[in-house]
């Protein structure tokens, strides 16, 4: 199984800046896709962002298009997303999301993945 812990949440005002890790832990990393998803209070849990592996194909949603960037470090087993310009309406939990990429997945549903963090709540004050 793999093992996924989100940290980086926090309260910040309108137009400010945060950063999400998650960290990852299995028997192998290799061919795992990573991505972000959030939920708002009465809200359905949305989609965010996505990376394959080796970072050669990247997905956003157009709500954060622009503002917000994911990425991976060289490891490949610490995911991030860079928050930038951040609105009221970006306040919810965070959750990463992982599972091992086949032929044909689509990363942008959240049926796709197999394995979740807990979440972390971001704030963001107007």
């Known amino acids: 199984q793999v093992q996924l812990v989100e940290s980086g949440g926090g309260l910040v005002q309108a137009g400010g800046s945060l950063r999400l890790s998650c960290a990852a832990s299995a028997r192998t990393l290799v061919n795992i896709a990573m991505g972000w998803f959030r939920q708002g209070p009465g809200k359905e849990r949305e989609f965010v962002a996505a990376i394959t592996y080796s970072g050669d194909s990247i997905y956003y949603s157009d709500s954060v298009k622009g503002r917000f960037t994911i990425s991976r470090d060289s490891a490949k087993n610490t995911g991030y997303l860079q928050m930038n310009s951040l609105k009221p309406e970006d306040t919810a939990v965070y959750y990463c999301?992982?599972?091992?990429?086949?032929?044909?997945?689509?990363?942008?549903?959240?049926?796709?993945?197999?394995?979740w963090g807990q979440g972390t709540q971001v704030t963001v004050s107007s």
């Open positions: 999301a992982a599972v091992y990429f086949r032929r044909w997945m689509v990363l942008t549903k959240r049926e796709t993945y197999d394995y």
